[in-house]
C-alpha cells in the first residue's frame, strides 16, 4: 500500500530536549516536505527537498532542521523545543510532473511544555 | 508565499442539503493548481477535488464541484446532498504551475453536518 508513515503520532517533550520525528514514503517520490499546521493559520511549509541530499527552507523554518540521505526517509529534527513548536505536523511526499498529487502521513501531534 | 483565504471559519448544513465554501486566492501566475483538501477527525488530509487553472471546465468529483472563477481569482466547492461523513476541515490550497512543489493553504473552514 503507498503510503507516507509517520512517528510518533503523539509525543510530550520538555522545552530544549532534542527529539526527532520520521517520515518514510513507499513510492520513490522525489519531493518531500514537512508542515505545520495551528489552527487559524491552516498548513505552513516547513522544509522541503527536491531529491537526495537537496533541501531548501519552506515559509516557517526557525528552530527545525531536515535532513535527506535517502530518497525514502526526511526526518524532522527539533534541536532545542519551545512551547512555541507545540502543533501538529504533517510528513507529504508528492507525484512528479503537474499538477502533481500529494500524499500526506497521519500527522504528528507534538507538545513542549 | 502565494496568499490564499477563505473567509469562512465555520459552516453549518443540513444533511441532504447543500453547502458552498468560499476560497480566494493572490498570484499574479497564469498557470497554476487549485485543490480541495479533506481533513476529518482522524487528522488525515484527504484530496477532494483539483483544478487547473489552464481549463475552463470546472472540475467535479462526485457530490463535489468547484466554481473556479480566475479572473476573480475565487475558487469554490460546493458540497451537494451533504452527508453525515462530510464533517470535516476543508482546507484549500494553491501550487504553482511552475517548477515549485509548494502548496500554499488557506486556514480551513470546518463544515458541521446536522442530522
Known amino acids: 500500500e503507498a503510503q507516507v508513515t509517520q512517528n510518533p503520532r503523539y509525543l510530550i517533550t520538555v522545552t530544549g530536549k532534542k527529539l526527532t520525528v520520521t517520515c518514510s514514503q513507499n513510492?520513490?517520490?522525489?519531493?518531500m516536505s514537512w508542515y505545520r499546521q495551528d489552527p487559524g493559520l491552516g498548513l505552513r511549509q516547513i522544509y522541503y527537498?527536491?531529491?537526495?541530499?537537496?533541501?531548501d527552507k519552506g515559509d516557517v523554518p526557525e528552530g527545525y532542521k531536515v535532513s535527506r540521505k535517502e530518497k525514502r526517509n526526511f526526518p524532522l529534527i527539533l534541536e532545542s523545543p519551545s512551547p512555541n513548536q507545540t502543533s501538529l505536523y504533517f510528513c507529504?511526499?508528492?507525484?512528479?510532473?503537474?499538477?502533481?498529487?500529494?500524499?500526506f502521513g497521519e500527522g504528528s501531534r507534538l507538545t513542549v511544555l | 508565499a502565494q496568499t490564499v483565504t477563505q473567509s469562512q471559519p465555520e459552516m453549518s448544513v443540513q444533511e441532504a442539503e447543500t453547502v458552498t465554501l468560499s476560497c480566494t486566492y493572490d498570484?499574479?501566475?497564469?498557470?497554476?493548481?487549485l485543490f480541495w483538501y479533506k481533513q476529518p477527525p482522524s487528522r488525515q488530509m484527504i484530496l477532494v477535488i483539483r483544478q487547473e487553472a489552464y481549463k475552463q471546465q470546472n472540475a467535479t468529483e462526485n457530490r463535489f464541484s468547484v466554481n473556479f472563477q480566475k479572473a476573480a481569482k475565487s475558487f469554490s466547492l460546493k458540497i451537494s446532498d451533504s452527508q453525515l461523513g462530510d464533517a470535516a476541515m476543508y482546507f484549500c490550497?494553491?501550487?504553482?504551475?511552475?517548477?515549485?512543489?509548494?502548496?500554499?493553504f488557506g486556514a480551513g473552514t470546518t463544515v458541521t453536518v446536522r442530522a
Open positions: 507529504a511526499s508528492m507525484t512528479s510532473g503537474s499538477p502533481g498529487e500529494l500524499f
Open positions: 527537498s527536491m531529491n537526495v541530499e537537496v533541501t
Open positions: 513510492m520513490n517520490h522525489e519531493y
Open positions: 490550497a494553491y501550487r504553482s504551475g511552475s517548477n515549485d512543489y509548494k502548496l500554499s
Open positions: 498570484t499574479s501566475e497564469s498557470d497554476y493548481y
